[in-house]
């Protein structure tokens, strides 16, 4: 190179980048965790990268971003990749790396103003490689023997809309809790309000302890006795909950209310809000009109893996929530983490919801100066959430998915509000509901599938991501991915396929029984060989994609 502008430039050297992401760089093998690749020069940039490494866009191991800058910029090598191999890549892979394009942020990069530059590189950079690290960094500490030392955080900032009282808000993760509820503390609250039964609810009918803490709702929190201080720090514990609680406590409609499993049956006490009606509210948001035993019995007979799951794991239920909440509770858990899912909704609840009651905390050092409260809020209503703009919900830490709120809102407004998301609780074809809640901004295929399925009574519906595909290649069916390198829409509705074939009643709630036996929480209580089964076959799909990445290595 001659001079220092790029007409001087006489011979172009693309820098070893593949090969550093790939850990093949210098000959030397290592594990890498490369997600995102940011172009900062813009369109002039990314048309330098895509001249280097077309060939790394078409082998399918880059995709490009999915806002419109780097959809315009990719555009023409992303046709490519989809001649090539039938489709287009995508980060539900996890061997594929995102290309971002992004605006120069040279004051000379005059097409853009500060602001613009500004949000675009939260939105495309920031954002998301924060979102990554800290997924990296749970999953770290779940193999791991954790210490749960709990840093103290500093508290994010949110706008306020002087309408609720100020709250003390713990942050707190599963392996860092920093705070505690205990059940002595709930005791005290509304003493008038006694336990009450649930019903004719037995174990085989309904487990809380299964139910709520599968991922499929994010409202409920686990209330510790005080006569197992330490049950905190259980390790069967993970960001996902914990199947040996007894007693959780949390908002749900206009109410706040306690859960309690017992040895037989289910007992709920209101803790906040009316209490007529309390009882028949429940039993709909448990879905107790439709029996568990005559199911787990007919997909026991279907499958004799999971037969051994229903054994170990009782009382898995599919949750009627209410639409407005879950389809906004899953926007936020697109590329995200429980935890951080829970801290944003109870931003998202603080702001914009209703105060409801205080509840007693109890720091997790087991320091208690009996002046710690939590406060509890109802989760917005649309009219509420009315005013709300763009920039608050960045600000609340919502990032990319802000727009997406307020995309869904508009929508949902001029589409005739909840209403219209009850109105497909009447649709029997859950295909056709799918494709209605995917017009709606930020819901893919899976989402809409989560959202028809824990609050639309779509019981076919099944949220397909890497962790469901693993699930139908290991146990029915090893050629269901292909030659595909990612879920496809093919690829999504041939796995969903697999589950509603064996499974032809309630195929959902059946593949969300399969689903919490994944998950490491449970693993204490499954039997030892299938343990090791799920182990060994991990082990080797590792191997597999270790072996098809060094091929290819060779072959370039």
């Known amino acids: 190179r001659e001079g220092s502008l790029d007409q001087d430039i006489l011979e172009e050297v693309a820098n070893p980048i593949r090969a550093f992401c790939e850990g093949t760089l210098n000959n030397i093998k290592e594990s890498s965790s490369v997600k995102r690749i940011v172009i900062a020069n813009g369109t002039t940039g990314a048309k330098f990268f895509v001249k280097h490494f077309t060939e790394w866009f078409v082998d399918g191991k880059l995709c490009a971003a999915r806002d419109g800058m780097s959809q315009r910029a990719f555009k023409t090598v992303m046709n490519k990749q989809r001649r090539a191999n039938g489709e287009i890549s ?3 892979d996890n061997d594929v790396i995102e290309v971002v394009c992004l605006p120069g942020v040279s004051p000379a990069a005059a097409k853009f103003t500060y602001l613009e530059k500004r949000a675009a590189w939260e939105a495309g950079c920031f954002s998301p490689g924060l979102e990554d690290f800290e997924r990296w960094q749970s999953n770290r500490q779940q193999t791991q023997q ?3 030392k709990t840093p103290e955080k500093e508290q994010m900032q949110t706008p306020k809309r002087g309408r609720s009282p100020a709250r003390k808000t713990p942050v707190s993760s599963p392996k860092e809790p920093a705070f505690r509820i205990l059940s002595s503390s709930i ?5 008038e309000n006694e ?3 649930l019903g ?5 009918e309904l487990r809380p302890s299964a139910t709520l803490t599968n991922g499929q709702c994010f409202n409920w929190m686990v209330v510790d006795t005080d006569e197992s201080p330490d049950a905190i720090n259980s390790p069967r514990q993970s960001a996902w909950g914990t199947h040996d609680a007894k007693e959780w406590v949390g908002p749900l409609g206009d109410r706040v209310l306690s859960i309690k499993e017992t040895p037989t049956t289910t007992l709920f006490r209101v803790l906040h809000g009316p209490t007529e009606g309390a009882k028949e509210y429940l039993q709909q948001y448990f879905r107790l009109e439709t029996p568990l035993s005559p199911l787990y019995e007919e997909w026991s007979n279907a499958d004799t893996r999971l037969k051994k799951i229903a054994t170990a794991i009782p009382g898995v239920r599919i949750l009627r929530q209410a639409p407005l909440e879950c389809m906004f509770s899953f926007i ?7 935890p951080r899912i829970t801290k944003m909704l109870s931003s998202f609840r603080e702001i914009y919801g209703n105060f ?3 509840i007693p905390i109890q720091s997790s050092s087991g320091n208690d100066d009996g002046d710690d409260s939590l406060s509890i809020f109802s989760f917005p209503t649309l009219d509420s959430l009315a005013s709300a703009t763009e920039d608050e919900l960045r600000a609340m830490g919502l990032g990319y998915r802000a727009k997406y709120i307020i995309g869904t809102r508009d929508l949902l407004q001029s589409s005739g509000g909840e209403e219209f998301l009850l109105k497909l609780r009447s649709n029997d074809d859950c295909q056709a509901v799918q494709d209605e809640l995917t017009k709606f901004s930020g819901i893919g295929r899976k989402v809409a599938d989560c959202v028809a399925l824990f609050s639309l009574d779509q019981d076919d519906a099944i949220p397909v991501d890497i962790h469901v595909q693993h699930i139908a290649s290991r146990d029915y069916d090893p050629t269901v991915l292909g030659q595909a390198k990612s879920l496809t829409p093919t690829i999504y509705k041939r ?5 509603r074939s064996r499974f032809p009643s309630r195929a959902g709630w059946a593949h969300s029984l399969l689903f919490v036996a994944e998950l490491p929480s449970f693993r204490s209580v499954l039997p030892l060989g299938m343990v090791k089964e799920m182990d060994e076959w991990k082990k080797h799909e590792q191997e597999q994609k270790a072996k098809q990445k060094k091929e290819k290595t060779k072959k370039g």
């Open 200 to 204: 004719d609810v037995p174990p085989e």
């Open 146 to 148: 954790p210490t749960y």
């Open 187 to 191: 005791a005290k609250l509304a003493q």
């Open 195 to 197: 336990w009450s039964d």
């Open 332 to 338: 936020c858990s697109s590329n995200n983490n429980i």
């Open 495 to 499: 796995v969903g396929d697999l589950f």
């Open 356 to 358: 409801m009651m205080e």
């Open 90 to 92: 995508t980060t539900e």
